[in-house]
């Protein structure tokens, strides 16, 4: 039980109330949220959580008290990898030999297994690849059709790419001739995901096929931090460690990957894609990836 009248409860009354509010807009406009981006859009409204547990904790009673998931108010947990796009694709495994299906048809996106990867990539209409870190972001990047508005190919990683999801970037790139993006949270480890994308990883070494040489990481980078004023994480003792052990890893010593790298050590700060959301939750489509294709153009 919460009372406004109580002093004590006051607060979390209060953010019980927002929460709600919160919900009932996503539910309106058709818009999903991860638990992470409902702690950072809570910052734009000037409502004090001082962790994400603690706005986690409040969702919590928000289904306590109206009996439903979260799912129902929009706001969901990470997933693992799938892809979305306008992707033909015709089955080679046992059974479905010769069924076609283009991969904007399901909202959600087709889930990157051992059928998709080996399945005959047939033709497209996009012009990029934009790989991910985060399930969230990933539905949000297809409701705001960003498929179509960027001619693109969208890959929700789900944090590390598996081995299947390497697989199928570096066939798109192979077969298809379309570019790749990656997109990380702004940290040494999202860093670490884009760099094994382009080059590997150390118990996959001998697999060359998982790897796109010519993938580029456009962010979220040490630098965008202070240049778009995101909300920031302190770096942990282990981030720092990180930091360190990969500058004495040769594929850190130039370019970018040395340059963030230093930057992340300097600022001692990190940041992560649903920071975007504290400026509207289609802040990161409109504005940044915008603003970071046209960089990537130039370069």
């Known amino acids: 039980m919460r009372s406004s009248r109580n002093t004590s409860q006051l607060r979390s009354f209060t953010q019980l109330m927002w929460l709600a509010f919160f919900a009932n807009r996503l539910t309106q406009e058709k818009k999903s949220s991860t638990l992470r981006d409902v702690y950072y859009s809570s910052q734009a409204f000037e409502i004090d959580f ?15 008290m109206l009996s439903r998931a979260r799912e129902e108010f929009h706001i969901f947990p990470e997933e ?23 991969l904007s048809s399901h909202p959600d996106g087709y ?57 199928l970037l570096r066939r798109l790139h192979d077969e298809l001739g379309l570019p790749v993006i990656v997109l990380t949270d702004g940290d040494v480890y999202g860093e670490h995901i884009a760099m094994v994308i382009k080059s590997g990883s150390a118990n996959a070494a001998h697999l060359r096929e998982l790897t796109v040489p010519d993938a580029k990481w456009m962010g979220v980078w040490a630098t965008d931090i202070s240049k778009y004023k995101l909300p920031t994480i302190p770096m942990t003792e282990a981030d720092i460690k990180r930091c360190h ?55």
């Not at 693992?80 to 299906?101: C, Q």
């Not at 040769?250 to 930057?263: A, C, N, S, T």
């Not at 649903?274 to 509207?280: D, L, M």
């Open 80 to 102: 693992r990898s799938a892809v979305f796009g306008d992707l033909d694709i015709e089955y080679t495994v046992p059974g479905y030999e010769g069924k076609r299906m283009n």
């Open 245 to 299: 052990d990969l500058k004495r890893d040769p594929r850190y010593q130039k370019g970018i990957w040395k340059r963030e790298l230093e930057e992340f050590l300097r600022i001692k700060r990190k940041a992560e894609l649903e920071a975007f959301s504290k400026y509207g939750l289609t802040n990161i489509t409109d504005k940044y990836l915008p603003a970071k294709l046209e960089e990537a153009k130039s370069h």
């Open 111 to 167: 889930a990157v297994g051992p059928s998709l990867t080996s399945a005959e990539l047939v033709g497209t209409g996009a012009e990029i690849v934009i790989a991910i870190e985060k399930g969230g972001l990933f539905t949000r990047f297809v409701e705001e059709g960003v498929h179509s508005k960027f001619k693109s190919i969208i890959v929700d990683t789900g944090g590390q790419a598996p081995r299947s999801t390497r697989t």
């Open 50 to 64: 001082e962790n994400q547990s603690e706005s986690d904790s409040i969702i919590v009673d928000l289904e306590a």
